[in-house]
Nanobody, 117 residues
């Protein structure tokens, strides 16, 4: 089992920055890719950014150039630096970890990000 604990959400004005962090605990040897997803009210959960064990990254078009995902395998953490935030970035952000040994991924509890205009 893997537990994911997110931190760093909050309220920020448009144009501001926030940094989200996610720490993994438990069977961390089983983790493959990690990433961040978000869900706004009334909308489906969507991919924000992912990063593999080797550091290959993937971003949603809407956040490219503004968000940066990074990973510290030694500390079992993944972070999301969010710059130039927009009101449409407002959502609950979830950390996700894929496992080599099971089909369903692990999810964190989510952290709220609110961007005011």
């Amino acid at each position: 089992q893997v537990q994911l604990v997110e931190s760093g959400g909050g309220l920020v004005q448009a144009g501001g920055s926030l940094r989200l962090s996610c720490a993994a605990y438990g069977s961390i040897f089983s983790i493959n890719a990690m990433g961040w997803y978000r869900q706004a009210p009334g909308k489906q959960r969507e991919l924000v950014a992912t990063i593999t064990n080797s550091g290959t990254t993937n971003y949603a078009f809407s956040v490219k150039g503004r968000f940066t995902i990074s990973r510290d395998n030694a500390k079992n953490t993944v972070s999301l630096q969010m710059n130039s935030l927009k009101p449409e970035d407002t959502a609950v952000y979830y950390c996700k970890a894929d496992s080599y040994y099971r089909i369903s991924p692990y999810w964190g509890q989510g952290t709220q990000v609110t961007v005011s205009s």
